[in-house]
T-cell receptor, first 114, second 111 residues
Framework: EAQVTQNPRYLITVTGKKLTVTCSQNMNHEYMSWYRQDPGLGLRQIYYSMNVEVTDKGDVPEGYKVSRKEKRNFPLILESPSPNQTSLYFC?????????????FGPGTRLTVL | DAKTTQPPSMDCAEGRAANLPCNHSTISGNEYVYWYRQIHSQGPQYIIHGLKNNETNEMASLIITEDRKSSTLILPHATLRDTAVYYCIVSPLNRDDKIIFGKGTRLHILP
């Protein structure tokens, strides 16, 4: 089944403790992206990747890192999480480009930073 | 800033057609209009997209005005399961540009 998976689905952590949220897609998509969603603010893009070893900042990249060493994986790294990074996070992928094809979204990761 | 403008919320009676408007007055000639929806806190789901012609699929119809400055998503027979937030986005002009989603329209289907 074609899908985007994220792990973990739920995470509660403390300020400053490094964490990684994994994202994987099995559709051989070139483009992958991370979004965060907060009440009243809609979906905001954090980082995106056009292909392996190519990443770019989205609207809200501060406090996040990403890597794209393999086509299928696009982990989101929070080196020193803070409470303002408490949010619902979505990973997405599409065949090519940023908006030239439909995006497939993962189920979301709800992160709480205490 | 979002390239699109949508009403924050709308109501529609069950069984009726839901018509969701979107303004994209600064759209460029080769930018597509995409619609997604998000049910509760699930991952957004693609609905439909178009360039200049009207489009229809099993989920919805998309009507794009001739000047392309606005569009309407039509759910022909709304059901309670169509209650969701609907996002209209304009695809980036360049493939490596970021995507801006905006806040969408919260559609309530009333029984």
């Amino acid at each position: 089944e074609a899908q985007v998976t994220q792990n973990p689905r739920y995470l509660i952590t403390v300020t400053g403790k490094k964490l990684t949220v994994t994202c994987s897609q099995n559709m051989n998509h070139e483009y992958m992206s991370w979004y965060r969603q907060d009440p009243g603010l809609g979906l905001r893009q954090i980082y995106y990747s056009m292909n392996v070893e190519v990443t770019d900042k989205g609207d809200v990249p501060e406090g996040y890192k990403v890597s794209r060493k393999e086509k299928r994986n696009f982990p989101l790294i929070l080196e020193s999480p803070s409470p303002n990074q408490t949010s619902l996070y979505f990973c997405a992928s599409s065949l090519v480009g940023g908006g030239q094809n439909e995006q497939f979204f993962g189920p979301g990761t709800r992160l709480t930073v205490l | 800033d979002a390239k699109t403008t949508q009403p924050p919320s709308m109501d529609c009676a069950e069984g009726r057609a839901a018509n969701l408007p979107c303004n994209h007055s600064t759209i460029s000639g080769n930018e597509y209009v995409y619609w997604y929806r998000q049910i509760h806190s699930q991952g957004p789901q693609y609905i439909i997209h178009g360039l200049k012609n009207n489009e229809t699929n099993e989920m919805a119809s998309l009507i794009i005005t001739e000047d392309r400055k606005s569009s309407t998503l039509i759910l022909p027979h709304a059901t309670l399961r169509d209650t969701a937030v609907y996002y209209c986005i304009v695809s980036p002009l360049n493939r490596d540009d970021k995507i801006i989603f905006g806040k969408g329209t919260r559609l309530h289907i009333l029984p």
